[in-house]
């Protein structure tokens, strides 16, 4: 595909990126069979032009991709905590600001709501109003 060429359009961050001699997705090798088929730690992935559009591209365009593909591309990213800051299994998700992350990765893995139960128990606890809360004499 022509656009593998530029390396504008590639997607090192949450995509296929080279280290070194190899190819890698987060923490992991990425084996790439002549049909285009995908293997991650011994998971064989059927390669497909949305599975590929998903792995390589910064901007893929959502209409090739299939429901079953991002499926795939979820399964991909939780083997290799490539969603995930540092390729690290102990931390966030890796947000980005970029279309890829807005339309595939935001919706696909649920974040906890900025302004949820959460922020109001924090509130809570700085105003010292936390024991109102759960004590109830």
């Not at 022509?2 to 190899?22: A, H």
């Not at 949305?50 to 939780?78: F, P, S």
Request: glycine share 8%; proline share 4%; charged share 30%.
């Amino acid at each position: 595909m022509p656009y593998v060429y530029k390396r504008r359009f590639l997607d090192t961050q949450y995509g296929i990126r080279k280290d070194g001699d190899k190819f890698k997705i987060g923490n992991s090798p990425v084996l790439v069979d002549q049909d285009g088929d995908i293997t991650i730690k011994e998971n064989e992935f059927r390669g497909s032009e949305g599975l590929w559009n998903l792995l390589t591209r910064m901007n893929m365009n959502k209409e090739h991709v299939t429901a079953d593909e991002l499926t795939k591309y979820k399964k991909i990213l939780l083997l290799t905590n490539a969603h995930l800051e540092g390729y690290d299994p102990a931390c966030a998700i890796n947000v980005g600001r970029g279309k890829k992350f807005r339309e595939s990765i935001d919706p696909t893995f649920a974040r906890p709501n900025s302004m949820g139960v959460g922020s109001g128990l924090r509130r809570a606890w700085k105003n010292n109003k936390l024991t109102a809360i759960y004590y109830n004499p």
